[in-house]
């Protein structure tokens, strides 16, 4: 199993920056893809970006250019940077980690709200 434990979200006016942390424990050696995911009120989880163990990266369109995912293998660690925050960006951001031989696991989630 896989504990992925989030870190980092609150509350920030429109514009500004967040910085989202993600430490996975675990059986870490199994994890191939590290992510980030997001469910507003009143919608479905969408992702906002993942990577994988090589370091390629995939983003929602609505987040490309403004938010950044990084990945320390080393830590077990992802990192999720988000500047020119909009309201819409106000959401649940929830870790997720995906299995070499299939399977994932998800962090509890932590609140980012954007006021205008």
């Known amino acids: 199993q896989v504990q992925p434990v989030e870190s980092g979200g609150g509350l920030v006016q429109a514009g500004g920056s967040l910085r989202l942390s993600c430490a996975a424990s675990?059986?870490?050696?199994?994890?191939?893809?590290m992510g980030w995911y997001r469910q507003a009120p009143g919608k479905q989880r969408e992702l906002v970006a993942k990577?994988?163990?090589?370091?390629?990266?995939i983003y929602a369109d609505s987040v490309k250019g403004r938010f950044t995912i990084s990945r320390d293998n080393a830590k077990n660690t992802v990192a999720l940077q988000m500047n020119s925050l909009k309201p819409e960006d106000t959401a649940v951001y929830s870790c997720?980690?995906?299995?070499?031989?299939?399977?994932?696991?998800w962090g509890q989630g932590t609140q980012v709200t954007v006021s205008a």
């Open positions: 675990g059986s870490i050696f199994s994890i191939s893809v």
């Open positions: 990577i994988t163990s090589s370091g390629r990266t």
């Open positions: 997720n980690t995906e299995l070499t031989f299939g399977g994932e696991y």
